[in-house]
């Protein structure tokens, strides 16, 4: 239904800062709840934040609250998240999510997933 496609990762020392992209294709995007969820080695999946279809709304994991910011340009079909004051336990891998028909953006489940990129904190 839809495609998704994140960039924007790499290696970053502590205390800096990263913009992932999550571009995203053959759907009606303003259609989806957005969200991104990273997974580390060995630990579950974590959503971050997910932001509301026409972008009114969004959630921040306690986490990352004060650091991380989603956002979305309905106009682009893209999704972003902004990570400042990065850590080294920010490293994991990275991935976009899309919903339908949710209810509560903090209860995202990922009907459709982007294939991940990798963010990789230095000290």
């Known amino acids: 239904q839809v495609q998704l496609v994140e960039s924007g990762g790499g290696l970053v020392q502590a205390g800096g800062s990263l913009r992932l992209s999550c571009a995203a294709s053959g759907g009606t995007f303003s259609d989806y709840t957005m969200g991104w969820f990273r997974q580390a080695p060995g630990k579950e999946r974590e959503l971050l934040a997910s932001?509301?279809?026409?972008?009114?709304?969004?959630y921040v994991a306690v986490s990352v609250t004060g650091r991380f910011t989603i956002s979305r340009v309905n106009a682009e079909n893209t999704v972003y998240l902004e990570m400042n004051t990065l850590k080294p336990e920010d490293t994991a891998v990275y991935y976009c999510?899309?919903?339908?028909?949710?209810?509560?953006?903090?209860?995202?489940?990922?009907?459709?997933w982007g294939q991940g990129t990798q963010v990789t904190v230095s000290s």
């Open positions: 999510a899309a919903d339908l028909g949710l209810l509560r953006i903090s209860r995202m489940r990922g009907d459709y």
């Open positions: 932001i509301s279809r026409n972008g009114g709304t969004t």
